[in-house]
């Protein structure tokens, strides 16, 4: 399989849930980012990994934790989360070298419900 | 503060129409400037990506031009198919760092009509 893969595609869950999304990319790209996309708002970036290490945390909720276990691999942990975060949630990667940001590629996305 | 500007926010026009995608940004120290189509209920495929230093790619019957210093980015689409509605997003690179953390206007919506 190619590109970048998420799973699950769709989720529902209430606000006592603990639930994860997770991507996996084939591009061997050294850079994994999570995005939200809410209706009529502009995606918006919450997690960058570069190597594996965090480098960018934009104010996101401590509801919301990253893990990147590897390069290509990332995951999104969920736990009490509020109903405004329903939202579709994108995974992407990149190949950057110092100085020369690459091309960015897109998951499918996951689909999220809070009930 | 980055800020990027799509306008229109939608657009219908017939089959066969040559048209033009408009993109504006705040803050004109990017790395690079890329363009996005995304599907209804589907993520995003990129499209067409201009590095700070090129005025513009083609791929097929996609244009897309950069000018930097006054911060604005076309889209040209020649001879629009139905199958080319979808919503086009652009995405400005934030300058600094080691990573490509864009950031995205809201979108124009096409519709093509047949």
């Known amino acids: 399989e190619t590109g970048v893969t998420q799973t699950p595609r769709h989720l529902v869950m209430g606000m006592t849930n603990k639930k994860s999304l997770k991507c996996e990319q084939h591009l061997g790209h050294n850079a994994m980012y999570w995005y939200k996309q809410s209706a009529k708002k502009p995606l918006e970036l919450m997690f960058v990994y570069s190597l594996e290490e965090r480098v960018e945390n934009n104010s996101v909720p401590s509801r919301f934790s990253p893990e990147c276990p590897n390069s290509s691999h990332l995951f999104l942990h969920l736990h009490t989360l509020q109903p405004e975060d329903s939202a579709l949630y994108l995974c992407?990667?990149?190949?950057?070298?110092?100085?020369?940001?690459?091309?960015?590629?897109f998951g499918e996305g996951s689909r999220l419900t809070v009930l | 503060k980055q800020e990027v500007t799509q306008i229109p926010a939608a657009l219908s026009v017939p089959e066969g129409e040559n048209l033009v995608l408009n993109c504006s940004f705040t803050d004109s120290a990017i790395y690079n400037l890329q363009w996005f189509r995304q599907d209804p209920g589907k993520g995003l495929t990129s499209l067409l990506l201009?590095?700070?230093?090129?005025r513009e790619q083609t791929s097929g019957r996609l244009n897309a031009s950069l000018d930097k210093s006054s911060g604005r980015s076309t889209l040209y689409i020649a001879a629009s198919q139905p199958g080319d509605s979808a919503t086009y997003l652009c995405a400005v690179s934030r300058y600094g760092g080691a990573t490509n953390k864009l950031i995205f206007g809201t979108g124009t919506l096409l519709a093509v009509q047949p």
């Open positions: 992407a990667s990149s190949q950057d070298t110092q100085g020369w940001a690459g091309e960015l590629f």
């Open positions: 201009i590095q700070s230093s090129q």
